[in-house]
């Protein structure tokens, strides 16, 4: 239960430095991740848009910078659904067949 609430934490920071780099609060978007749920929060991150003044929008290609952030959150996910495998193999949310 610990390493769960340590991961839950982990990955609301994490929410918080993609919201600063894209010019937002990021002490709103941590509390946010911690009330509802990291991955909801990022990916509402994620569907908004940069606001001016962001860190790198300057500097990238925002078509760029959208898809890194969406394989970035795809790997957290698929981190988060690998270690909740290992931790409570019997309420994995899904199960791999070989028949």
Same mark, same amino acid.
């Given at each position: 239960?610990?390493?769960?609430?340590?991961?839950?934490?982990?990955?609301?920071?994490?929410?918080?430095?993609?919201?600063?780099?894209?010019?937002?609060?990021?002490? &709103?978007?941590?509390?946010? %991740? =911690? !009330?509802?749920?990291? #991955?909801?929060?990022?990916? /509402? @991150?994620?569907?908004?848009?940069?606001?001016?003044?962001?860190?790198?929008?300057?500097?990238?290609?925002?078509?760029?910078?959208?898809?890194?952030? &969406?394989?970035?959150?795809? %790997? =957290? !996910?698929?981190?988060? #659904?690998?270690?909740?495998? /290992? @931790?409570?193999?019997?309420?994995?949310?899904?199960?791999?067949?070989?028949?």
């Amino acid at each position: 239960m610990d390493v769960l609430i340590f991961f839950w934490l982990a990955l609301a920071v994490i929410v918080g430095v993609a919201a600063n780099t894209r010019g937002r609060s990021s002490a &709103v978007w941590v509390l946010l %991740a =911690i !009330v509802i749920s990291p #991955l909801i929060a990022g990916l /509402l @991150l994620l569907a908004l848009p940069w606001l001016e003044g962001a860190i790198f929008l300057e500097n990238q290609n925002r078509k760029v910078s959208f898809l890194r952030s &969406v394989l970035i959150a795809t %790997a =957290i !996910v698929l981190v988060v #659904l690998f270690i909740l495998e /290992l @931790l409570v193999p019997d309420h994995a949310p899904f199960k791999l067949r070989v028949d």
